[in-house]
């Protein structure tokens, strides 16, 4: 990838350096350091001009402000997208819209082009368990704004591209750890190494990492929760409960979370291979409306594994003709283990523990085929017809078990058992008729047995007035098809799901771009309707009963959810960004800064949207001295108030809003004097938040009666760790300085 972006900007540079004396020095490396993006269009562009407002994070980035997953990167460095911990898989959002609880499904994630959302629930995470160690990644590719024109489903906030390194770049044997005290520690080992086969030029890299994280350990505000229903006695909340009848204390066990993965990428001549392996086990540390378990329990978690592999071969068949074609399969399975003893179930057939055991799996295998035309020879008109098949199997259930035994006490629930195929042709046209034109449009048919077919379009311009001056205006649509886990599970609190309709977003954004030497500023507008939004509905008492006359439901007592398309929303903002570098590139820097106004309707009632920040950016510089002195670095996040994730189930007594916070990481980097070969890197962090938006307990009582959940889940203030990674065997590149 480094390949071509330097091949794409050499040629951009060429009529910069034909005017000889005019050509300075920041001039030139303004041009050169321009991101070069394949993710929005499918194929080469300048992020000024390519058809979506696009960030590139490079490697160099993600080492030196100390980097360690691609949530981070995400908070950090990006721009227009924010993440938000709930001590479990990280939420995503992105100009104002996040969705709490989501499990990424409104976001598509890629590496090396290979989607990774699953179609049994559409998640795909974003911290470690993504299976991607930063020290493999070649650079990150963050794209805003729907993206289904290519991608189809899931791709409704942006698309994240992965790349991982070539040989080129990763060459010798890499070692490294880190050590975060009281918190975590990683290592990975990894090669990259040319060679030929019978004449074939070909390249391998591979890497193995392993990251676990033990801590810290965390507070939770006591919560007298239930009683026994016969002798009104406190209940016990596990083996680790505090005080009997009350669930929280501190959280010594729980908080942890072990992910393990490999990655192959081998190339011969025009065939590549990728192959990922990952497995990711975390715990469960508190207790929401969704999930109820023991307080402090280690035997309560969730892991997921995946292996996935990807086959691709591209082929110039005529100066007019390219041909690309990919196959790839996925395998991904599921397992949730939840103890309780404060389970009604449990306490009604006299069982010390009851586990909630959840198994899931899901296998898809797929092809596309992606002919590409470059009418004129000269990349101005450009055509890219493809078409992506796909075939998907899906089986999940829930038991409900005796601990101590492991014997069902009730039937398995949430049985599905499913598979369907998936058609869907594509088309994009790109025409540059001058340097200052460029234009670009296409749409996607997305043929799924489960609902009607979809189409997504989208078009964009982009004109430059003047020589550095770029303007830009792009309409876009995406889709969510309703994940299986949402369309067909039925278990002891979740009613069958009436028909569920894909979510839709449109979207239509402008900005402008000018240059000055090696900086750039942007700003960008933004205005996106979101319709048929799928949420998980608390039923009524009323309706509960509606359901039991028409047989839809047979729980003799207690609540239950629904999947319904229930909500829209409305979303406008801006964006704004400046990054660059001065000092002859010595100091590199960046600042990126979103606010957006999003309100869901609910039938007549307008509501701010839970967890969603509506005003967020960060901030970041480097100096590089020289090979042999440290470089520092300052990253700056900044994320406004926001409301609590259960802000609407009733109503509060107190303030449902967390404010907002700072968080600064502080990173130094370099080469280990007189050790060829060693690197260090040396980072803190600290934030002023010591709690989240999420809210620890089970459903909020009424306004005034019975005791209520605390809101504001803990969070660490002060974190920082130490690394550090050995290069041998011909890692000459391990020094560059970029500029």
Same mark, same amino acid.
């Given at each position: 990838?480094?390949?071509?972006?330097?091949?794409?900007?050499?040629?951009?540079?060429?009529?910069?350096?034909?005017?000889?004396?005019?050509?300075?020095?920041?001039?030139?490396?303004?041009?050169?350091?321009?991101?070069?993006?394949?993710?929005?269009?499918?194929?080469?562009?300048?992020?000024?001009?390519?058809?979506?407002?696009?960030?590139?994070?490079?490697?160099?980035?993600?080492?030196?402000?100390?980097?360690?997953?691609?949530?981070?990167?995400?908070?950090?460095?990006?721009?227009?997208?924010?993440?938000?911990?709930?001590?479990?898989?990280?939420?995503?959002?992105?100009?104002?819209?996040?969705?709490?609880?989501?499990?990424?499904?409104?976001?598509?994630?890629?590496?090396?082009?290979?989607?990774? *959302?699953?179609?049994?629930?559409?998640?795909?995470?974003?911290?470690?368990?993504?299976?991607?160690?930063?020290?493999?990644? +070649?650079?990150?590719?963050?794209?805003?704004?729907?993206?289904?024109?290519?991608?189809?489903?899931?791709?409704?906030?942006?698309?994240?591209?992965?790349?991982?390194?070539?040989?080129?770049?990763?060459?010798?044997?890499?070692?490294?750890?880190?050590?975060?005290?009281?918190?975590?520690?990683?290592?990975?080992?990894?090669?990259?190494?040319?060679?030929?086969?019978?004449?074939?030029?070909?390249?391998?890299?591979?890497?193995?990492?392993?990251?676990?994280?033990?801590?810290?350990?965390?507070?939770?505000?006591?919560?007298?929760?239930?009683?026994?229903?016969?002798?009104?006695?406190?209940?016990?909340?596990?083996? *680790?409960?505090?005080?009997?009848?009350?669930?929280?204390?501190?959280?010594?066990?729980?908080?942890?979370?072990?992910?393990?993965?490999?990655?192959?990428?081998?190339?011969?001549?025009?065939?590549?291979?990728?192959?990922?392996?990952?497995?990711?086990?975390?715990?469960?540390?508190?207790? *929401?409306?969704?999930?109820?378990?023991?307080?402090?329990?280690?035997?309560?978690?969730?892991?997921?594994?995946?292996?996935?592999?990807?086959?691709?071969?591209?082929?110039?068949?005529?100066?007019?003709?390219?041909?690309?074609?990919?196959?790839?399969?996925?395998?991904?399975?599921?397992?949730?283990?939840?103890?309780?003893?404060?389970?009604?179930?449990?306490?009604?057939?006299?069982?010390?523990?009851?586990?909630?055991?959840?198994?899931?799996?899901?296998?898809?295998?797929?092809?596309?085929?992606?002919?590409?035309?470059?009418?004129?020879?000269?990349?101005?008109?450009?055509?890219?017809?493809?078409? +992506?098949?796909?075939?998907?199997?899906?089986?999940?259930?829930?038991?409900?078990?005796?601990?101590?035994?492991?014997?069902?006490?009730?039937?398995?629930?949430?049985?599905?058992?499913?598979?369907?195929?998936?058609?869907?042709?594509?088309?994009?046209?790109?025409?540059?008729?001058?340097?200052?034109?460029?234009?670009?449009?296409?749409?996607?048919? +997305?043929?799924?047995?489960?609902?009607?077919?979809?189409?997504?379009?989208?078009?964009?311009?982009?004109?430059?007035?003047?020589?550095?001056?770029?303007?830009?205006?792009?309409?876009?649509?995406?889709?969510?098809?309703?994940?299986?886990?949402?369309?067909?599970?039925?278990?002891?609190?979740?009613?069958?799901?009436?028909?569920?309709?894909?979510?839709?977003?449109?979207?239509?954004?402008?900005?402008?771009?000018?240059?000055?030497?090696?900086?750039?500023?942007?700003?960008?507008?933004?205005?996106?309707?979101?319709?048929?939004?799928?949420?998980?509905?608390?039923?009524?008492?009323?309706?509960?009963?509606?359901?039991?006359?028409?047989?839809?439901?047979?729980?003799?007592?207690?609540?239950?959810?629904?999947?319904?398309?229930?909500?829209?929303?409305?979303?406008?903002?801006?964006?704004?960004?400046?990054?660059?570098?001065?000092?002859?590139?010595?100091?590199?820097?960046?600042?990126?800064?979103?606010?957006?106004?999003?309100?869901?309707?609910?039938?007549?009632?307008?509501?701010?949207?839970?967890?969603?920040?509506?005003?967020?950016?960060?901030?970041?510089?480097?100096?590089?001295?020289?090979?042999?002195?440290?470089?520092?670095?300052?990253?700056?996040?900044?994320?406004?108030?926001?409301?609590?994730?259960?802000?609407?189930?009733?109503?509060?007594? +107190?303030?449902?809003?967390?404010?907002?916070?700072?968080?600064?990481?502080?990173?130094?980097?370099?080469?280990?004097?007189?050790?060829?070969?060693?690197?260090?890197?040396?980072?803190?962090?600290?934030?002023?938040?010591?709690?989240?938006?999420?809210?620890?307990?089970?459903?909020?009582?009424?306004?005034?009666?019975?005791?209520?959940?605390?809101?504001? *889940?803990?969070?660490?203030?002060?974190?920082?760790?130490?690394?550090?990674?050995?290069?041998?065997?011909?890692?000459?590149?391990?020094?560059?300085?970029?500029?």
């Amino acid at each position: 990838m480094k390949r071509l972006r330097r091949a794409t900007l050499a040629v951009m540079a060429l009529p910069l350096c034909a005017r000889g004396a005019r050509a300075d020095t920041a001039e030139l490396r303004g041009l050169l350091s321009e991101s070069v993006v394949t993710t929005a269009s499918a194929a080469p562009d300048s992020a000024s001009s390519a058809p979506a407002t696009s960030v590139t994070i490079s490697a160099e980035e993600l080492r030196r402000y100390g980097i360690r997953s691609l949530d981070e990167a995400i908070d950090f460095l990006a721009l227009g997208v924010v993440t938000s911990d709930p001590l479990r898989t990280p939420d995503i959002g992105a100009r104002g819209v996040m969705l709490p609880n989501d499990n990424g499904k409104h976001f598509l994630l890629l590496v090396n082009g290979h989607a990774i *959302n699953d179609p049994l629930f559409g998640a795909a995470r974003f911290d470690t368990g993504a299976g991607v160690p930063v020290e493999i990644i +070649d650079h990150i590719e963050v794209i805003v704004g729907p993206g289904s024109v290519l991608y189809g489903s899931n791709a409704m906030l942006g698309v994240i591209n992965v790349i991982t390194k070539r040989a080129s770049d990763f060459s010798g044997g890499h070692v490294m750890g880190e050590y975060e005290p009281g918190g975590s520690f990683r290592a990975g080992a990894g090669a990259g190494f040319t060679f030929s086969l019978a004449g074939t030029p070909g390249e391998f890299t591979s890497y193995v990492a392993h990251a676990s994280r033990f801590g810290p350990d965390l507070d939770f505000e006591l919560q007298p929760l239930a009683r026994t229903p016969t002798t009104n006695e406190p209940i016990d909340y596990g083996p *680790n409960s505090r005080t009997l009848g009350h669930w929280g204390g501190q959280l010594d066990h729980a908080y942890f979370s072990e992910a393990t993965s490999a990655l192959l990428r081998l190339r011969l001549s025009d065939v590549e291979v990728n192959f990922l392996a990952s497995t990711y086990e975390q715990g469960i540390p508190y207790s *929401n409306n969704a999930v109820v378990v023991d307080f402090d329990d280690p035997h309560s978690d969730e892991r997921d594994r995946a292996l996935r592999i990807d086959v691709k071969h591209g082929v110039q068949l005529t100066p007019l003709v390219a041909l690309t074609s990919r196959l790839y399969a996925d395998g991904f399975d599921y397992r949730r283990r939840v103890n309780r003893r404060a389970d009604l179930m449990c306490l009604e057939n006299s069982f010390d523990t009851c586990q909630f055991y959840q198994a899931s799996v899901a296998h898809w295998v797929g092809a596309e085929l992606r002919l590409g035309l470059n009418w004129l020879e000269d990349s101005s008109l450009q055509t890219q017809i493809g078409f +992506d098949a796909r075939l998907r199997r899906v089986r999940s259930k829930e038991d409900a078990l005796d601990a101590d035994t492991g014997q069902p006490f009730d039937r398995t629930r949430g049985i599905i058992d499913d598979e369907g195929p998936l058609l869907s042709p594509y088309l994009e046209q790109t025409w540059n008729p001058t340097r200052w034109l460029a234009m670009s449009g296409g749409a996607r048919l +997305d043929v799924d047995p489960r609902f009607s077919p979809i189409v997504s379009p989208r078009l964009a311009v982009s004109v430059k007035p003047f020589e550095k001056t770029t303007v830009k205006g792009v309409y876009s649509q995406g889709f969510r098809a309703p994940a299986w886990a949402e369309t067909e599970t039925v278990e002891r609190k979740q009613m069958p799901s009436a028909e569920l309709a894909p979510e839709f977003v449109r979207s239509v954004e402008g900005s402008i771009e000018q240059r000055f030497g090696a900086n750039r500023v942007m700003f960008g507008v933004f205005r996106s309707w979101w319709d048929d939004l799928v949420e998980q509905h608390i039923l009524s008492q009323g309706e509960i009963d509606a359901a039991r006359s028409a047989g839809e439901w047979s729980l003799a007592q207690g609540g239950a959810v629904r999947y319904q398309n229930i909500s829209e929303l409305t979303n406008y903002g801006y964006n704004a960004s400046l990054r660059g570098s001065l000092s002859e590139g010595q100091l590199s820097y960046g600042l990126n800064g979103t606010a957006a106004y999003t309100r869901s309707r609910h039938g007549s009632e307008k509501r701010v949207l839970p967890v969603a920040p509506q005003v967020f950016g960060n901030g970041f510089a480097a100096y590089t001295f020289s090979e042999q002195l440290p470089t520092p670095a300052l990253a700056v996040q900044y994320v406004g108030e926001r409301l609590i994730d259960r802000a609407y189930e009733v109503e509060w007594r +107190d303030p449902r809003y967390v404010s907002g916070f700072v968080r600064v990481r502080a990173t130094l980097s370099g080469a280990v004097p007189g050790v060829p070969g060693l690197d260090y890197r040396l980072s803190a962090t600290y934030s002023t938040a010591s709690e989240g938006p999420y809210v620890v307990g089970l459903r909020p009582y009424s306004r005034n009666t019975g005791p209520q959940p605390v809101y504001g *889940n803990p969070t660490d203030t002060v974190s920082a760790f130490f690394g550090l990674s050995y290069h041998f065997l011909g890692d000459e590149r391990r020094n560059e300085v970029v500029p």
